[in-house]
């Protein structure tokens, strides 16, 4: 994996520091789901999670920067597993891209580099999940390949 490197002309994608956090969440918060479930003001948490992401090698978050600002981002992680005859899975989470920089390709290029990593990885299955009331996200997906076969059940826990 060769990071920094130049995502579409006007951004880089690279790993996400720490001093990133701020505006992962300000990106995470920044529409009608996130706001009611991030928390912007107390960053502890996120930094404490932050931590534990960065320090684990099958995780991978990452920024797309531009105009010295943070535009997008996405997690990548590697799930070892024994289905489909030992099939290593990429799970791709939380991808954001900032509301003035959609609709002109970011969102596809950075999942588009997502994949293509899944596979540098040893990965035969990409897989996301997208809450049911994102329509428009599905759309996004679907136009990129992604094919909704399954039905995702959460379970939220105390805590």
């Known amino acids: 994996m060769d990071l920094p490197q130049?995502?579409?002309?006007?951004?880089?994608l690279r790993r996400a520091r720490v001093d990133d956090?701020?505006?992962l969440v300000a990106l995470l918060a920044d529409d009608p789901l996130g706001s009611t479930r991030e928390s912007p003001a107390d960053l502890?948490?996120?930094l404490d999670a932050f931590a534990e992401v960065d320090a684990d090698p099958a995780h991978l978050l990452v920024v797309v920067q531009a105009d010295g600002g943070v535009v997008g981002t996405l997690q990548l992680t590697v799930l070892p597993g024994l289905?489909?005859?030992g099939t290593r899975r990429a799970q791709v989470e939380a991808?954001?891209?900032h509301r003035d920089h959609r609709g002109a390709g970011l969102g596809a290029a950075l999942v588009?580099?997502?994949?293509?990593e899944a596979g540098r990885r040893g990965c035969g299955l990409v897989q996301l999940t997208s809450d049911a009331q994102r329509s428009d996200a599905h759309r996004f997906y679907e136009r990129l390949g992604f094919a909704p076969t399954h039905t995702g059940f959460k379970l939220e826990l105390p805590g």
């Open 95 to 97: 991808v954001r891209v």
């Open 112 to 116: 588009g580099w997502a994949v293509e």
């Open 44 to 46: 502890r948490p996120y």
């Open 6 to 12: 130049q995502l579409t002309p006007a951004t880089t």
């Open 21 to 23: 956090v701020p505006a």
């Open 83 to 85: 289905s489909r005859g």
